[in-house]
């Protein structure tokens, strides 16, 4: 699906960084103001088609960092939580492009149980109306 630009801006994200691969290393480089947040969505898009959905429970910059060593380590033919077919997946999509990664907090809901961060629901409502090809479950 194209538009992703302005569906995700519809849905409130902001362009918070870039992601590329050089010399067989997935490199993710964002705005480090959202490197402490906590519970936050964010999206992988190529040439403006979501491609993947993600939520970091913890914070960002670490999530990112494990993104960066479990695919790097899949695109050097390595053991990791990112199978092979999947690094060679990214490896062609991100040939000589580079994508537009898209994040924000998940929206804050006042319930009976008290204020709760919707974070997780919003991932899987994106991930079941987009179906990103490189979201391995179409589910939570």
């Not at 947040?37 to 990112?64: A, C, P, W």
């Not at 060679?88 to 994040?103: E, H, Q, R, S």
Request: glycine share 6%; hydrophobic share 30%; charged share 30%.
């Amino acid at each position: 699906m194209k538009n992703a630009d302005k569906i995700l801006s519809e849905m409130k994200f902001q362009k918070i960084g870039s992601f590329y691969i050089k010399n067989k290393n997935f490199i993710i480089d964002y705005d480090q103001k959202y490197a402490s947040l906590e519970q936050m969505i964010y999206v992988h898009t190529i040439d403006d088609e979501i491609l993947r959905v993600g939520s970091s429970k913890n914070k960002f910059k670490s999530r990112m960092k494990s993104w960066e060593r479990d695919v790097s380590k899949s695109l050097k033919g390595e053991k990791s939580s990112t199978p092979l077919w999947e690094g060679k997946i990214w490896n062609t999509i991100l040939k000589n492009k580079i994508g537009v990664l898209y994040g924000r907090q998940g929206t804050m809901i006042e319930t009976p149980c008290g204020k709760i961060n919707s974070y997780l629901t919003e991932e899987s409502f994106m991930i079941g109306k987009f179906q990103p090809k490189m979201n391995r479950s179409k589910h939570r």
